[in-house]
């Protein structure tokens, strides 16, 4: 069966920290790979990256790809306490797309 | 432009009653798919509707249902509701259905109470 896996499930840290959050899955008919931030209520889009495009940089945020290990991570640099939320990462197929569930990241000043 | 909008926000019912949820995408997008997340379960995939056509579905009985009109606003019922439906029902719209790529947009989700 299909599977999305985070690790680790929560994550303490302080203020201007770096941290790396682990993402594999195993999804027949891969596409793509999708990070979300859940802070309140609704998942807000981070990064898609997929075959064409393995890397993705935005500020402090970057992700990156493995296709061979079939894995992701997402690296947040100089952490600042609004990053604090839950980080979603997804894997769709054409059909489905399957949610991991999530690490709590918690930004201490 | 407006984002996603669920209603209602909240909403309280009792086993055995049926509820409808409600969805108005993003103006120009034309999929909007149904998850609920739950703390035990995470974000799970409930279905996809792409004009007015259920496209993909995930794996949950058929007491989920769903429809989309041609102005590509959504609902979602369930029926004879058990107390294990108590959840967060979010619906998310994008240009297509993300196999094709593109990113989704979430509404601020229902949260559905069982008593």
């Known amino acids: 069966e299909d599977k999305v896996v985070q690790s680790p499930l929560s994550l303490v840290v302080h203020e201007g920290d770096t941290v790396t959050l682990n993402c594999s899955y195993e999804v027949t008919n891969f596409r793509s790979l999708l990070w979300y931030k859940q802070e309140k209520k609704a998942p807000t889009f981070l990064f898609m990256l997929?075959?064409?495009?393995i890397e993705k940089k935005s500020g402090r945020l970057s992700s990156i790809l493995d296709k061979k290990e079939l894995s992701s991570i997402l690296n947040i640099t100089a952490t600042q306490t609004g990053d604090s939320a839950i980080y979603l990462c997804?894997?769709?197929?054409?059909?489905?797309?399957?949610f991991g569930a999530g690490t709590r990241l918690t930004v201490k000043p | 432009k407006a984002g996603v909008t669920q209603t209602p926000r909240y909403l309280i019912k009792t086993r055995g009653q049926q509820v409808t949820l409600s969805c108005s995408p993003i103006?120009?997008?034309?999929?909007v798919s149904w998850y609920q997340q739950t703390p035990g379960q995470g974000l799970q995939f409930l279905f996809e509707y792409f004009s007015e056509t259920q496209r993909n579905k995930g794996n949950f009985p058929g007491r989920f249902s769903g429809r989309q009109f041609s102005n590509s606003r959504s609902e979602m019922n369930v029926s004879t509701l058990e107390l294990g439906d108590s959840a967060l029902y979010l619906c998310?719209?994008?240009?297509?259905?993300?196999?094709?790529?593109?990113?989704?947009?979430f509404g601020p989700g229902t949260r559905l109470t069982v008593l």
């Open positions: 997929t075959s064409s495009g």
């Open positions: 998310a719209s994008s240009l297509e259905w993300y196999g094709s790529y593109n990113e989704q947009f």
């Open positions: 997804a894997a769709s197929s054409p059909h489905d797309m399957r």
């Open positions: 103006s120009g997008h034309r999929s």
